[in-house]
């Protein structure tokens, strides 16, 4: 378990099967990150043997653990030591359900998520108790139910409790971030990061379109990211050579968009603005980039 000052240690034995002595000149530590080398001779005399430690650092870890130790002696050998292991965490979450782990800014519809917190253990060292562990964070956060449900693997205890978490949509679009923090007896136990998106209300794909001498005109789709049909108005630009029109003009949950220049269109960065009926977003702004 992948606990506050967790390891799990792993003992090779050399044995030196010649008749003289043979030296343990290095133990090279590939990965000091995830583990620790020791030996406890530096010399295996004929017919004996000799330990390699390796100490595995489980702490803060999750999955498949690998480590390498090479050991070269006197004689010109190397001996590869590979150490696996499997962490399991001692606090996880993970979705309940696939969520869209986005939020449409001005639409003031709160987008909750549902995630399962899981704790592991073993029959020995049994698994955090979820059912009084308290649950903190920098945005809403609660537990959906009190009853903590449990399985048995593969000598893997387990134990999970469902949660929600609301993701704040406030702000200019963009990613964000929070942190939920478990605790038991005011003590936190597990931190787990919560992330997520901000987007508009309506979306352009793409954002920004090239048009020059080879290509005059160019399609730009908008899409409604809360659902609600819109009606797209006029297009302008402050590049009179820089035009734009709707190709239908009904209300629809995406429009598709056709931009042209002239050839007189000056080179450089021109905005295209659409004017948009959503009650949250007026206007949506394309950049257009002339090019010689």
């Not at 130790?69 to 190397?78: L, N, Q």
């Not at 108790?129 to 693997?153: F, K, N, Y």
């Not at 003009?249 to 959503?278: K, W, Y």
């Amino acid at each position: 378990m992948g606990r506050g000052g967790a390891k799990a240690t792993h003992l090779y034995r050399l044995s030196n099967g010649t008749r003289s002595a043979v030296r343990l000149l290095e133990v090279a530590n590939l990965k000091p990150c995830c583990g620790r080398v020791r030996i406890d001779h530096e010399e295996i005399p004929p017919g004996g043997a000799g330990e390699v430690e390796v100490v595995l650092m489980l702490e803060n870890k999750a999955g498949d653990l690998n480590h390498v130790a090479v050991v070269t002696t006197s004689r010109g050998e190397t001996i590869e030591l590979k150490t696996t292991a499997t962490v399991h965490p001692a606090v996880r979450i993970q979705p309940i359900e696939p969520s869209p782990s986005r939020a449409v800014s001005g639409s003031g519809r709160t987008e909750e998520v549902r995630f399962l917190a899981i704790a592991a253990g073993t029959l020995g060292d049994p698994p955090l108790d979820l059912g009084h562990m308290e649950l903190g964070s920098t945005i809403p956060a609660r537990w959906c139910d009190s009853e903590v449900s449990r399985t048995s693997t593969d000598g893997v205890e387990t134990a999970a409790r469902p949660l929600a978490v609301r993701l704040d949509a406030g702000g200019p679009p963009g990613a964000r971030a929070a942190e939920l923090a478990f605790r038991i007896g005011g003590e936190i136990v597990h931190r787990s990061a919560v992330n997520w998106t901000v987007v508009p209300p309506i979306t352009a794909s793409p954002e920004s379109i090239a048009l020059g001498p080879k290509m005059r005109s160019a399609k730009v789709v908008l899409d409604s990211q809360d659902g609600l049909p819109f009606r797209v108005g006029r297009a302008s630009c402050k590049e009179p050579a820089v035009t734009g029109h709707a190709e239908v003009d009904e209300p629809a949950g995406r429009h598709t968009i056709q931009v042209e220049s002239t050839a007189g269109a000056p080179v450089g960065v021109h905005i295209l603005t659409i004017e948009t009926d959503h009650p949250s977003l007026p206007r949506v702004e394309l950049r257009i980039v002339v090019l010689d």
